[in-house]
């Protein structure tokens, strides 16, 4: 015992990383004695750089919208386009084309779902689309010749919920907030004579494009807030005739008003946040510095080389047959910048092979723990850390060589929200709602998505980031 102990002080002090634990136990007959030996080291090292990121590939259904300068981050503005997922079915049972009062666009917020001021009056347009969105759509999208550029229609809003306007509640009050805008009267009434006449165009998402391609929605005045929408509807309002008690004494005609949600912003349509942003010289020069700075939505992800080469060579110059890996994790911490309006840093960072992150995005895929990770921002550290990298490290060891593209990694912002069978959002029971992440921070991933939610930055402090890998080996002797 006294002679392994001296060679596996050789062997720690040779390598000046290595950090030993054992635990001795016996198994078998008096003559055969197994030891089991935990090896950790946590001083790799890794470092990044700053990459552009112009634009992002953004299916979500969250729609940014507005406008604001910041110091120490810059200008930024979104306006959205999108088509909409038709109802299967119109009520035409008692009601004719004139019954039809009104129609409204409907965005619904949910409480704080902007980054800004939230009292600042913001105005918005509506613009009628005249031609189909592309397959694919990217964050710099320019929707110019896809509108009318005569207002559809137009309104104002804030980000202020009062209890009176707001919708659900909590122990703070509201939740959410509707922002209405009234759309033309004769386009419910359109809508209505398609679906008589040709019920066919309401069968799929495509065919009701082509009659009716969808909406531009534009800022018009204001600036100071990007709103966050987790909600887009068209609520038809219409009376219907009925006839009570048929056939009896008591017969008689009512008249009962109805709202319906007729269509709606889904996962199944495309819709797109139109987003440009000026990046501030203060910030750019800090970037062309050389600094580690993630700007979100747009703007800067960090490229960087993580050491699965130098983890590979201490793996082989310690292991033996009987080696089984422990753990590898990853913790990065962050730092704030400064800036007018307090952005923070983003909730979450996807850590992806530099060759699949096109890949990731455009097949909407979630992680694997090979080749893409995610971290959560934990506010108390200030740090993210990839914690279930056992999969990529275990694959690497099996390969017995380490390829370029395995070290090669980008980090960019992400929203990510999960499988929950909580309730405790209002829109859950909106035919056309989106299911806002809730506090649920665990469990089975439902998506990834580029962050464009709202605006995000940090420094990700390389320096001090930590690898700790370890690995236990049992020993004969």
């Given amino acids: ?17 290595w950090a030993c634990d054992d635990s001795g136990t016996t198994a078998g007959s008096s003559l055969v004695t197994d030891e089991i030996v935990i090896v950790r080291d946590s001083l790799f090292t ?58 409204k666009l409907v965005l619904s ?81 359109d809508l209505y004579t398609e679906f008589k006449e040709r019920p066919q165009t309401f069968e799929t998402p495509k065919s009701f494009a082509k009659w009716f391609p969808g909406l531009y929605i534009a800022n018009s005045f204001g600036s100071g807030r990007a709103t966050r929408f987790s909600h887009n509807a068209i609520e038809v309002y219409y009376r219907a005739h009925y006839t009570l008690d048929k056939g009896t004494e008591e017969e008689r005609d009512t008249v009962l008003p109805f709202v319906a949600s007729y269509m709606g912003v889904t996962p199944e349509v495309m819709t797109n946040n139109n987003i440009r942003f000026e990046m501030s010289d203060k910030l750019k020069a800090r970037i062309d510095a050389g600094e580690t700075i993630i700007v979100g939505p747009v703007g800067y992800d960090v490229e960087f080389r993580f050491p699965a080469r130098e983890i590979l060579e201490k793996y082989k110059e310690q292991s033996n047959p009987l080696t089984v890996v422990n753990d590898l994790t990853f913790k990065l911490p962050a ?11 983003p ?28 971290a959560r921002y934990d506010s108390s550290t200030k740090s993210y850390t990839f914690s279930s990298m056992l999969s990529y490290i275990n694959e690497i060891i099996a390969a017995g060589e ?53 605006p995000v930055m940090a420094k990700l402090d390389f320096e001090n980031a930590r690898i700790e890998f370890s690995f236990s080996k049992q020993l004969f002797h």
């Fill in 1 to 17: 015992m006294r002679h392994l102990f001296r060679l596996l002080a050789i062997s720690l002090t040779a390598a000046g990383l």
């Fill in 46 to 103: 890794v470092s990044g750089i700053p990459g552009a990121n112009p634009s992002v590939r953004s299916r979500t259904i969250l729609q940014l919208l507005g406008r604001y300068s910041a110091e120490g981050y810059g200008k930024f503005e979104s306006d959205i386009v999108c088509q909409y997922l038709p109802s299967a079915s119109i009520d035409t049972t008692g009601v004719s084309v004139e019954d039809i009062d009104s129609v």
């Fill in 109 to 189: 917020m949910y409480k704080d779902g902007f980054a800004g001021d939230s009292v600042a009056p913001m105005g918005l347009t509506v613009h009628r689309l005249t031609r189909q969105l592309p397959d694919v759509l990217y964050s710099d999208f320019d929707p110019t010749g896809y509108y009318e550029t005569e207002p559809y229609a137009s309104g104002s809003y804030s980000a202020l919920i009062s209890t009176a306007e707001g919708i659900g509640a909590d122990s703070e009050g509201a939740l959410f907030k509707n922002v209405y805008i009234d759309l033309p009267l004769q386009f419910a009434r």
């Fill in 335 to 345: 730092k704030d910048i400064s800036n007018e309006y307090g952005l923070n840093p």
């Fill in 347 to 374: 909730p979450y960072i996807l850590m992806v092979k530099k060759s699949k992150k096109e890949e990731f995005f455009a097949k909407s895929k979630v992680t694997d723990d090979i080749n893409s990770f995610y």
């Fill in 402 to 454: 380490v390829k370029p593209e395995d070290e090669e990694f980008v980090i960019c912002p992400v929203l990510v929200s999960f499988y929950t069978t909580q309730n405790n959002n209002y829109y859950n029971s909106y035919y056309y709602g989106y299911s806002y992440p809730t506090v649920t921070t665990t469990g089975q991933v439902s998506t990834i998505t580029p962050y464009v939610t709202e």
